[in-house]
Protein backbone atom coordinates (compact mmCIF):
# COMPACT_ATOMS: atom_id res chain seq x y z
CA UNK A 1 0.00 0.00 0.00
CA UNK A 2 1.44 3.81 -0.57
CA UNK A 3 2.44 5.97 1.92
CA UNK A 4 0.29 8.84 2.50
CA UNK A 5 1.82 12.18 3.01
CA UNK A 6 0.27 15.17 4.60
CA UNK A 7 1.10 18.37 2.15
CA UNK A 8 -1.00 21.07 3.58
CA UNK A 9 -1.45 21.74 7.10
CA UNK A 10 -3.33 24.96 8.71
CA UNK A 11 -5.70 25.95 11.18
CA UNK A 12 -7.31 28.92 12.26
CA UNK A 13 -6.44 30.73 15.17
CA UNK A 14 -8.66 29.37 18.05
CA UNK A 15 -11.14 31.94 19.67
CA UNK A 16 -14.62 32.88 20.24
CA UNK A 17 -16.06 33.82 17.07
CA UNK A 18 -20.07 34.13 18.01
CA UNK A 19 -20.36 36.16 14.66
CA UNK A 20 -19.51 33.35 12.12
CA UNK A 21 -20.80 30.06 11.59
CA UNK A 22 -19.69 26.16 11.43
CA UNK A 23 -19.66 26.18 7.61
CA UNK A 24 -17.29 29.63 7.83
CA UNK A 25 -14.97 28.79 10.36
CA UNK A 26 -14.53 25.26 8.52
CA UNK A 27 -13.99 26.90 5.03
CA UNK A 28 -11.45 29.36 6.54
CA UNK A 29 -9.92 26.09 7.64
CA UNK A 30 -9.48 24.28 4.44
CA UNK A 31 -8.48 27.59 2.38
CA UNK A 32 -5.69 27.69 4.83
CA UNK A 33 -4.65 24.02 4.28
CA UNK A 34 -5.08 24.17 0.94
CA UNK A 35 -2.80 27.45 0.38
CA UNK A 36 -0.42 25.81 2.27
CA UNK A 37 -0.30 22.89 -0.22
CA UNK A 38 -0.60 25.50 -2.78
CA UNK A 39 -3.84 23.39 -4.46
CA UNK A 40 -7.06 24.52 -5.02
CA UNK A 41 -10.37 22.81 -4.17
CA UNK A 42 -10.42 21.90 -7.73
CA UNK A 43 -7.70 19.33 -7.14
CA UNK A 44 -9.42 17.39 -4.32
CA UNK A 45 -10.86 14.21 -5.01
CA UNK A 46 -12.70 13.83 -1.48
CA UNK A 47 -13.75 15.83 1.92
CA UNK A 48 -13.92 14.11 4.97
CA UNK A 49 -15.71 16.72 7.55
CA UNK A 50 -15.42 16.41 10.96
CA UNK A 51 -17.83 18.42 13.32
CA UNK A 52 -19.80 17.13 16.62
CA UNK A 53 -22.09 19.23 17.94
CA UNK A 54 -23.89 20.27 14.59
CA UNK A 55 -23.36 16.27 13.36
CA UNK A 56 -26.59 16.31 11.65
CA UNK A 57 -26.14 19.51 9.68
CA UNK A 58 -24.14 18.43 6.51
CA UNK A 59 -20.70 21.03 7.72
CA UNK A 60 -18.48 19.02 4.93
CA UNK A 61 -21.09 20.22 2.02
CA UNK A 62 -22.28 23.58 3.33
CA UNK A 63 -18.01 23.82 3.52
CA UNK A 64 -18.03 23.58 0.06
CA UNK A 65 -20.99 25.84 -0.98
CA UNK A 66 -18.67 28.57 0.37
CA UNK A 67 -15.55 27.29 -1.41
CA UNK A 68 -16.44 25.54 -4.30
CA UNK A 69 -19.07 22.74 -5.50
CA UNK A 70 -17.16 20.45 -7.45
CA UNK A 71 -19.41 17.56 -6.58
CA UNK A 72 -16.43 15.62 -4.89
CA UNK A 73 -17.57 12.54 -2.37
CA UNK A 74 -17.70 14.31 1.36
CA UNK A 75 -17.89 12.40 4.49
CA UNK A 76 -19.09 14.20 7.33
CA UNK A 77 -17.88 12.11 10.62
CA UNK A 78 -19.01 12.65 14.61
CA UNK A 79 -16.86 10.54 17.12
CA UNK A 80 -17.00 12.56 20.24
CA UNK A 81 -13.64 14.45 20.26
CA UNK A 82 -11.79 11.76 18.36
CA UNK A 83 -13.87 13.32 15.77
CA UNK A 84 -11.35 15.17 13.94
CA UNK A 85 -8.54 12.52 14.38
CA UNK A 86 -11.63 10.39 12.46
CA UNK A 87 -12.29 12.19 9.93
CA UNK A 88 -8.20 12.46 9.37
CA UNK A 89 -8.24 8.68 9.36
CA UNK A 90 -11.52 7.94 6.53
CA UNK A 91 -9.31 10.25 4.35
CA UNK A 92 -5.78 8.73 5.42
CA UNK A 93 -7.87 4.98 4.74
CA UNK A 94 -9.32 6.39 0.94
CA UNK A 95 -5.51 6.79 0.02
CA UNK A 96 -4.51 3.76 1.19
CA UNK A 97 -6.83 1.72 -0.54
CA UNK A 98 -5.78 3.41 -4.15
CA UNK A 99 -9.28 4.82 -4.18
CA UNK A 100 -8.08 8.44 -4.60
CA UNK A 101 -4.70 10.40 -4.64
CA UNK A 102 -5.86 13.92 -2.87
CA UNK A 103 -7.95 14.46 -0.43
CA UNK A 104 -9.04 17.17 1.93
CA UNK A 105 -10.07 16.69 5.60
CA UNK A 106 -11.58 19.39 7.91
CA UNK A 107 -12.04 19.64 11.70
CA UNK A 108 -14.49 22.40 12.83
CA UNK A 109 -16.42 23.55 15.79
CA UNK A 110 -18.14 25.84 17.36
CA UNK A 111 -18.88 25.74 20.95
CA UNK A 112 -21.09 27.80 23.64
CA UNK A 113 -19.40 28.29 26.83
CA UNK A 114 -19.80 26.42 29.82
CA UNK A 115 -20.31 22.54 31.37
CA UNK A 116 -20.11 20.14 28.75
CA UNK A 117 -21.85 16.75 29.76
CA UNK A 118 -24.33 15.59 32.36
CA UNK A 119 -26.15 12.74 32.97
CA UNK A 120 -28.64 12.14 30.29
CA UNK A 121 -32.70 11.25 31.64
CA UNK A 122 -34.39 8.75 29.59
CA UNK A 123 -37.67 9.00 31.32
CA UNK A 124 -38.34 10.46 34.83
CA UNK A 125 -36.26 13.31 36.08
CA UNK A 126 -32.35 14.34 35.31
CA UNK A 127 -30.29 12.36 37.90
CA UNK A 128 -27.39 14.65 37.43
CA UNK A 129 -26.47 15.41 40.75
CA UNK A 130 -28.48 12.86 42.71
CA UNK A 131 -26.48 9.21 40.92
CA UNK A 132 -22.79 11.55 41.28
CA UNK A 133 -22.04 13.55 37.85
CA UNK A 134 -21.59 12.83 34.37
CA UNK A 135 -19.96 16.61 33.45
CA UNK A 136 -17.08 16.47 32.02
CA UNK A 137 -15.02 17.81 34.48
CA UNK A 138 -16.11 15.52 37.16
CA UNK A 139 -15.90 12.33 34.96
CA UNK A 140 -11.38 13.66 34.33
CA UNK A 141 -11.25 14.23 37.39
CA UNK A 142 -11.80 10.74 38.72
CA UNK A 143 -9.77 9.58 35.94
CA UNK A 144 -6.77 11.53 37.81
CA UNK A 145 -8.03 10.23 40.98
CA UNK A 146 -7.63 6.55 39.68
CA UNK A 147 -4.48 7.69 39.24
CA UNK A 148 -3.71 8.98 43.13
CA UNK A 149 -5.48 6.07 44.18
CA UNK A 150 -2.99 3.90 42.70
CA UNK A 151 0.29 6.21 43.16
CA UNK A 152 -0.38 9.13 45.54
CA UNK A 153 -0.63 11.95 42.35
CA UNK A 154 -1.55 15.22 43.97
CA UNK A 155 -3.41 17.75 43.32
CA UNK A 156 -0.14 20.02 43.09
CA UNK A 157 1.28 17.40 40.29
CA UNK A 158 -1.66 17.59 38.13
CA UNK A 159 -2.05 21.70 38.39
CA UNK A 160 1.95 21.45 37.07
CA UNK A 161 0.29 20.18 33.83
CA UNK A 162 -1.56 23.14 33.14
CA UNK A 163 1.26 25.41 34.39
CA UNK A 164 3.53 23.84 31.49
CA UNK A 165 0.64 24.08 28.76
CA UNK A 166 -0.32 27.57 29.71
CA UNK A 167 3.86 28.46 29.70
CA UNK A 168 4.15 26.69 26.27
CA UNK A 169 1.45 28.39 24.78
CA UNK A 170 2.78 31.86 25.01
CA UNK A 171 4.54 31.18 21.74
CA UNK A 172 1.70 30.03 19.96
CA UNK A 173 0.18 32.59 18.19
CA UNK A 174 -2.89 30.19 17.20
CA UNK A 175 -3.87 29.42 20.77
CA UNK A 176 -6.75 30.99 22.79
CA UNK A 177 -4.52 32.33 25.40
CA UNK A 178 -1.02 33.07 25.46
CA UNK A 179 -0.11 33.82 28.88
CA UNK A 180 1.38 31.75 31.41
CA UNK A 181 -0.50 30.47 34.83
CA UNK A 182 1.52 30.42 38.15
CA UNK A 183 1.13 27.20 40.12
CA UNK A 184 -0.59 29.40 42.74
CA UNK A 185 -2.85 31.00 40.44
CA UNK A 186 -3.60 27.59 38.85
CA UNK A 187 -4.20 25.86 42.28
CA UNK A 188 -6.08 29.25 43.32
CA UNK A 189 -9.00 29.25 40.52
CA UNK A 190 -12.41 28.07 41.29
CA UNK A 191 -12.27 24.58 41.93
CA UNK A 192 -14.66 23.15 39.67
CA UNK A 193 -14.28 19.53 40.26
CA UNK A 194 -11.47 17.87 42.82
CA UNK A 195 -8.55 18.43 41.80
CA UNK A 196 -9.28 20.31 38.82
CA UNK A 197 -9.94 23.73 38.80
CA UNK A 198 -11.30 26.01 36.50
CA UNK A 199 -7.63 26.80 34.95
CA UNK A 200 -7.33 23.01 34.49
CA UNK A 201 -9.71 22.18 32.47
CA UNK A 202 -9.98 22.52 28.68
CA UNK A 203 -10.76 25.82 26.98
CA UNK A 204 -14.60 26.10 24.98
CA UNK A 205 -13.19 27.79 22.26
CA UNK A 206 -14.05 27.87 17.79
CA UNK A 207 -12.03 26.86 15.25
CA UNK A 208 -10.60 24.66 12.34
CA UNK A 209 -7.98 22.61 11.60
CA UNK A 210 -7.30 20.83 7.78
CA UNK A 211 -4.93 19.02 6.12
CA UNK A 212 -4.20 17.69 2.43
CA UNK A 213 -3.82 14.06 2.58
CA UNK A 214 -1.91 13.08 -1.07
CA UNK A 215 -0.44 9.51 -1.53
CA UNK A 216 2.89 9.61 -1.92
CA UNK A 217 3.34 9.28 -5.96
CA UNK A 218 1.23 12.20 -6.29
CA UNK A 219 3.31 14.28 -3.69
CA UNK A 220 5.98 13.51 -6.04
CA UNK A 221 4.03 14.19 -8.70
CA UNK A 222 3.19 17.98 -7.81
CA UNK A 223 6.74 18.54 -6.29
CA UNK A 224 5.00 18.51 -2.84
CA UNK A 225 7.50 15.82 -1.30
CA UNK A 226 10.26 18.78 0.08
CA UNK A 227 7.99 19.89 3.06
CA UNK A 228 6.15 16.50 2.83
CA UNK A 229 5.50 15.01 6.32
CA UNK A 230 4.38 10.99 6.52
CA UNK A 231 1.37 9.05 8.01
CA UNK A 232 3.43 6.66 9.67
CA UNK A 233 0.55 5.13 11.15
CA UNK A 234 -2.99 6.12 12.30
CA UNK A 235 -5.20 4.24 14.64
CA UNK A 236 -8.57 4.43 16.06
CA UNK A 237 -9.88 2.05 18.54
CA UNK A 238 -13.28 1.72 20.88
CA UNK A 239 -13.33 1.26 24.35
CA UNK A 240 -12.65 -2.41 25.46
CA UNK A 241 -14.57 -4.05 27.86
CA UNK A 242 -13.27 -3.43 31.41
CA UNK A 243 -14.62 -3.94 35.05
CA UNK A 244 -15.98 -0.61 35.93
CA UNK A 245 -16.60 1.13 32.43
CA UNK A 246 -20.32 1.42 33.23
CA UNK A 247 -19.91 4.06 35.65
CA UNK A 248 -16.42 4.95 34.81
CA UNK A 249 -15.39 5.60 31.26
CA UNK A 250 -11.75 3.96 30.66
CA UNK A 251 -9.46 6.04 28.62
CA UNK A 252 -7.30 4.05 29.77
CA UNK A 253 -7.63 1.03 27.90
CA UNK A 254 -8.73 2.60 24.43
CA UNK A 255 -5.61 4.84 24.11
CA UNK A 256 -3.26 2.03 25.19
CA UNK A 257 -4.88 -0.19 22.38
CA UNK A 258 -4.35 2.66 19.98
CA UNK A 259 -0.96 3.14 20.71
CA UNK A 260 0.27 -0.38 20.51
CA UNK A 261 -1.56 -0.27 17.75
CA UNK A 262 0.23 2.53 16.30
CA UNK A 263 3.95 1.58 17.67
CA UNK A 264 3.37 -1.79 15.60
CA UNK A 265 2.20 0.02 12.59
CA UNK A 266 5.11 2.56 12.72
CA UNK A 267 7.88 -0.37 13.78
CA UNK A 268 8.68 2.11 16.35
CA UNK A 269 8.48 2.65 20.23
CA UNK A 270 8.03 5.35 22.41
CA UNK A 271 11.68 6.23 22.56
CA UNK A 272 11.78 7.11 19.03
CA UNK A 273 9.23 9.71 19.40
CA UNK A 274 10.65 13.51 19.53
CA UNK A 275 7.46 15.34 20.40
CA UNK A 276 4.24 14.66 21.48
CA UNK A 277 0.53 16.31 21.43
CA UNK A 278 -1.69 14.88 23.89
CA UNK A 279 -5.13 14.86 24.52
CA UNK A 280 -5.00 17.07 27.86
CA UNK A 281 -8.41 18.05 28.00
CA UNK A 282 -8.37 18.13 31.46
CA UNK A 283 -4.75 18.40 33.63
CA UNK A 284 -5.49 15.50 35.31
CA UNK A 285 -5.88 13.67 31.83
CA UNK A 286 -2.29 14.46 30.79
CA UNK A 287 -0.61 12.58 33.59
CA UNK A 288 -2.34 9.68 33.04
CA UNK A 289 -1.60 9.66 29.46
CA UNK A 290 1.64 10.03 29.79
CA UNK A 291 2.07 6.16 30.80
CA UNK A 292 -0.93 4.78 28.29
CA UNK A 293 1.01 6.29 25.30
CA UNK A 294 4.65 4.55 26.92
CA UNK A 295 6.18 7.94 27.78
CA UNK A 296 6.60 7.23 31.56
CA UNK A 297 6.88 3.44 32.85
CA UNK A 298 3.70 2.46 34.86
CA UNK A 299 3.08 5.33 38.23
CA UNK A 300 6.04 7.45 36.95
CA UNK A 301 3.59 10.13 34.79
CA UNK A 302 3.67 12.44 37.94
CA UNK A 303 7.62 11.87 37.98
CA UNK A 304 7.14 13.50 33.98
CA UNK A 305 6.14 16.59 35.17
CA UNK A 306 7.88 17.22 38.71
CA UNK A 307 11.55 16.90 36.52
CA UNK A 308 10.11 19.13 33.62
CA UNK A 309 11.03 16.75 30.84
CA UNK A 310 7.10 17.17 29.36
CA UNK A 311 8.80 21.22 28.55
CA UNK A 312 9.98 22.09 25.60
CA UNK A 313 13.90 21.49 25.43
CA UNK A 314 13.10 18.28 27.87
CA UNK A 315 12.99 14.60 27.35
CA UNK A 316 10.03 14.13 25.33
CA UNK A 317 8.10 17.46 24.94
CA UNK A 318 4.69 17.04 25.63
CA UNK A 319 1.61 19.87 24.37
CA UNK A 320 4.39 22.69 23.01
CA UNK A 321 1.06 24.13 21.16
CA UNK A 322 -0.15 24.90 24.92
CA UNK A 323 -2.84 21.97 24.88
CA UNK A 324 -6.25 21.90 24.88
CA UNK A 325 -5.89 23.61 28.38
CA UNK A 326 -4.69 26.67 26.90
CA UNK A 327 -4.92 26.54 22.82
CA UNK A 328 -8.13 25.42 23.32
CA UNK A 329 -10.48 23.12 22.30
CA UNK A 330 -13.17 22.78 19.77
CA UNK A 331 -13.86 19.28 20.12
CA UNK A 332 -13.75 18.36 16.37
CA UNK A 333 -11.03 20.44 15.30
CA UNK A 334 -8.82 19.08 18.10
CA UNK A 335 -7.68 16.09 16.45
CA UNK A 336 -6.76 17.81 13.19
CA UNK A 337 -5.32 20.79 15.01
CA UNK A 338 -2.72 18.57 17.20
CA UNK A 339 -1.58 16.89 13.57
CA UNK A 340 -0.76 20.21 12.18
CA UNK A 341 0.95 21.43 15.19
CA UNK A 342 3.43 18.36 15.06
CA UNK A 343 3.60 18.64 11.21
CA UNK A 344 4.91 22.67 11.79
CA UNK A 345 7.46 21.17 13.94
CA UNK A 346 8.57 18.29 11.76
CA UNK A 347 9.03 20.66 8.43
CA UNK A 348 10.82 23.12 10.97
CA UNK A 349 8.33 25.61 10.63
CA UNK A 350 6.97 26.00 14.02
CA UNK A 351 8.74 29.76 14.90
CA UNK A 352 9.86 30.47 18.49
CA UNK A 353 8.39 27.52 19.82
CA UNK A 354 9.71 25.11 17.59
CA UNK A 355 11.31 21.55 18.72
CA UNK A 356 14.44 21.53 17.60
CA UNK A 357 15.59 18.59 15.72
CA UNK A 358 12.17 16.93 16.02
CA UNK A 359 11.88 14.34 13.01
CA UNK A 360 8.97 11.86 14.07
CA UNK A 361 6.03 13.36 16.66
CA UNK A 362 2.93 11.47 18.26
CA UNK A 363 -0.92 12.84 18.52
CA UNK A 364 -3.41 11.50 20.39
CA UNK A 365 -6.92 12.10 21.24
CA UNK A 366 -9.47 10.22 23.12
CA UNK A 367 -13.58 10.97 22.83
CA UNK A 368 -16.57 10.32 25.78
CA UNK A 369 -18.38 7.31 25.05
CA UNK A 370 -15.39 5.68 24.21
CA UNK A 371 -13.00 6.58 21.06
CA UNK A 372 -9.10 6.56 20.91
CA UNK A 373 -7.13 7.75 18.14
CA UNK A 374 -3.13 7.75 17.29
CA UNK A 375 -1.50 9.03 15.07
CA UNK A 376 2.53 8.84 14.51
CA UNK A 377 3.88 11.06 11.60
CA UNK A 378 7.52 11.91 10.31
CA UNK A 379 9.29 14.15 7.86
CA UNK A 380 9.11 12.40 4.85
CA UNK A 381 12.44 13.52 3.40
CA UNK A 382 15.78 14.14 6.25
CA UNK B 1 -29.62 16.61 53.25
CA UNK B 2 -32.64 15.70 51.18
CA UNK B 3 -36.35 16.58 52.44
CA UNK B 4 -39.07 14.52 52.27
CA UNK B 5 -41.41 15.69 49.85
CA UNK B 6 -44.81 16.30 50.70
CA UNK B 7 -46.76 13.29 51.08
CA UNK B 8 -48.17 11.71 47.41
CA UNK B 9 -51.67 12.22 46.70
CA UNK B 10 -53.55 8.99 45.19
CA UNK B 11 -52.98 9.51 41.70
CA UNK B 12 -49.23 10.17 41.93
CA UNK B 13 -46.55 7.17 42.20
CA UNK B 14 -43.50 6.56 43.53
CA UNK B 15 -40.76 5.28 41.07
CA UNK B 16 -37.40 4.26 41.02
CA UNK B 17 -34.93 6.85 39.93
CA UNK B 18 -33.42 4.54 37.42
CA UNK B 19 -34.84 0.64 36.45
CA UNK B 20 -32.14 -1.16 38.27
CA UNK B 21 -33.59 0.52 41.45
CA UNK B 22 -35.82 -2.24 42.44
CA UNK B 23 -38.91 -0.86 45.20
CA UNK B 24 -40.65 -3.98 45.89
CA UNK B 25 -44.44 -3.83 47.80
CA UNK B 26 -42.83 -5.32 51.08
CA UNK B 27 -39.36 -5.80 50.61
CA UNK B 28 -36.80 -3.26 51.25
CA UNK B 29 -35.52 -1.65 48.24
CA UNK B 30 -32.64 -3.32 46.51
CA UNK B 31 -30.60 -2.58 43.14
CA UNK B 32 -30.37 -5.80 40.56
CA UNK B 33 -27.23 -6.87 38.15
CA UNK B 34 -26.87 -9.26 36.04
CA UNK B 35 -24.27 -12.05 36.28
CA UNK B 36 -22.64 -13.37 33.19
CA UNK B 37 -23.16 -17.12 33.85
CA UNK B 38 -20.07 -17.97 32.13
CA UNK B 39 -17.23 -14.97 32.94
CA UNK B 40 -18.91 -14.03 36.34
CA UNK B 41 -18.82 -10.11 34.80
CA UNK B 42 -21.08 -7.99 36.16
CA UNK B 43 -23.27 -5.23 34.59
CA UNK B 44 -25.99 -3.26 35.59
CA UNK B 45 -28.60 -2.14 33.04
CA UNK B 46 -29.99 -4.18 29.93
CA UNK B 47 -27.69 -5.69 27.46
CA UNK B 48 -27.94 -8.45 24.96
CA UNK B 49 -24.76 -9.96 25.50
CA UNK B 50 -21.61 -10.53 27.75
CA UNK B 51 -19.57 -7.17 27.34
CA UNK B 52 -16.75 -9.84 28.26
CA UNK B 53 -16.85 -13.38 26.89
CA UNK B 54 -20.16 -12.47 24.36
CA UNK B 55 -22.32 -15.48 26.15
CA UNK B 56 -25.93 -15.05 26.34
CA UNK B 57 -26.58 -16.09 29.73
CA UNK B 58 -26.95 -12.96 31.97
CA UNK B 59 -28.78 -14.08 35.11
CA UNK B 60 -30.41 -11.06 37.36
CA UNK B 61 -29.45 -11.15 40.54
CA UNK B 62 -29.80 -8.82 43.70
CA UNK B 63 -26.92 -6.43 44.43
CA UNK B 64 -25.28 -6.10 47.55
CA UNK B 65 -26.37 -3.19 50.07
CA UNK B 66 -22.73 -2.65 51.36
CA UNK B 67 -19.42 -2.50 48.94
CA UNK B 68 -16.75 -0.24 49.07
CA UNK B 69 -15.30 3.35 47.99
CA UNK B 70 -13.29 2.71 45.08
CA UNK B 71 -12.75 6.69 43.45
CA UNK B 72 -14.13 10.09 44.02
CA UNK B 73 -14.11 13.46 43.19
CA UNK B 74 -15.94 16.47 45.03
CA UNK B 75 -18.06 18.26 42.46
CA UNK B 76 -18.40 22.08 43.14
CA UNK B 77 -19.23 23.47 40.03
CA UNK B 78 -22.91 22.12 38.29
CA UNK B 79 -25.73 23.01 35.91
CA UNK B 80 -28.32 25.87 37.18
CA UNK B 81 -30.12 24.38 39.82
CA UNK B 82 -28.14 21.20 40.96
CA UNK B 83 -26.95 21.74 44.75
CA UNK B 84 -23.46 21.59 45.09
CA UNK B 85 -20.59 21.15 46.24
CA UNK B 86 -21.42 17.56 46.06
CA UNK B 87 -19.23 13.79 46.12
CA UNK B 88 -19.87 11.85 43.31
CA UNK B 89 -18.65 8.49 44.52
CA UNK B 90 -17.78 5.12 42.43
CA UNK B 91 -18.66 2.00 44.48
CA UNK B 92 -17.30 -1.45 44.46
CA UNK B 93 -20.12 -3.55 45.77
CA UNK B 94 -19.68 -6.74 48.02
CA UNK B 95 -19.63 -9.57 46.04
CA UNK B 96 -19.56 -7.96 42.70
CA UNK B 97 -20.54 -4.86 40.59
CA UNK B 98 -19.23 -1.00 40.80
CA UNK B 99 -22.14 1.57 40.43
CA UNK B 100 -21.85 5.86 40.60
CA UNK B 101 -23.89 7.38 43.23
CA UNK B 102 -23.35 10.53 45.45
CA UNK B 103 -22.04 9.84 48.65
CA UNK B 104 -23.81 11.64 51.86
CA UNK B 105 -23.56 12.22 54.98
CA UNK B 106 -20.18 12.98 55.24
CA UNK B 107 -18.27 16.65 54.76
CA UNK B 108 -17.18 17.25 51.41
CA UNK B 109 -14.28 17.61 52.04
CA UNK B 110 -10.67 16.09 50.34
CA UNK B 111 -9.05 15.25 53.88
CA UNK B 112 -12.40 13.34 55.15
CA UNK B 113 -13.10 11.07 52.26
CA UNK B 114 -10.66 8.16 52.12
CA UNK B 115 -10.12 5.52 48.63
CA UNK B 116 -11.57 2.25 49.88
CA UNK B 117 -13.43 3.05 52.84
CA UNK B 118 -16.78 1.24 53.03
CA UNK B 119 -19.97 2.57 52.44
CA UNK B 120 -23.42 1.21 52.84
CA UNK B 121 -26.56 2.11 50.33
CA UNK B 122 -29.59 4.02 51.87
CA UNK B 123 -32.39 4.36 49.84
CA UNK B 124 -34.18 7.66 49.71
CA UNK B 125 -37.14 9.72 48.57
CA UNK B 126 -35.41 12.96 46.17
CA UNK B 127 -37.10 16.47 46.41
CA UNK B 128 -37.59 16.37 42.71
CA UNK B 129 -41.08 15.02 40.39
CA UNK B 130 -41.57 14.61 36.70
CA UNK B 131 -44.16 16.29 34.80
CA UNK B 132 -46.86 14.39 36.30
CA UNK B 133 -45.84 15.07 39.61
CA UNK B 134 -44.69 11.47 40.21
CA UNK B 135 -42.09 11.00 43.31
CA UNK B 136 -39.09 9.20 43.15
CA UNK B 137 -36.80 7.10 45.53
CA UNK B 138 -33.04 7.24 44.68
CA UNK B 139 -30.03 5.37 46.34
CA UNK B 140 -27.13 6.99 47.98
CA UNK B 141 -24.22 5.80 49.89
CA UNK B 142 -23.11 7.18 53.52
CA UNK B 143 -19.77 5.65 55.43
CA UNK B 144 -20.62 2.25 56.60
CA UNK B 145 -20.34 3.26 60.60
CA UNK B 146 -22.64 5.91 59.57
CA UNK B 147 -26.51 4.19 61.02
CA UNK B 148 -27.57 6.35 57.49
CA UNK B 149 -31.27 5.72 57.65
Known amino acids: ?382 | MLKTPAPPDATKQTKPIVPYLKLGETDAPYLEGLRCSSCNAVFIGARDRCSQCFCDDLTPFQLSDTGRLYNWTIVYRNFPGIRVPFISAVVDLDGGGTVKGNLVDIEPDPGMIKFDMPVKLVYRPVDATDAEGNLYVSYFFVPAQSTGS
Open chain 1, 1 to 382: MTDVCIVGSDMTRFGRYPEQNVPGIGAQGALLALKDAGLSIKDIQALYCGNQLEAKAMSGQRILHLIGQTGIPVVNCANACATGATALREGWIAIKAGLYDLVLCVGVEQMGRGLLGGTAAPNGIPVEGLLGSGTMPAVFAKVGMEHARKYGTTFEQFAKVSVKNHFHSQFNPKAMYQKPAALEEVMGAEMISYPNTKLMCSVNVDGAAAVVLASAKKARELGLRSRAITIRASTLTSDPYSERDLVMHDFNACTRLAARHAYEEAALGPEDIDMVELHDCFATAEIVHYENLGLAKEGEGATLIETKATYNGGRIPVNVSGGLLSKGHPLGATGIANICEVVSHLRGEAGSRQVQGARIGLTHVVGIGSAASVHILERAYP
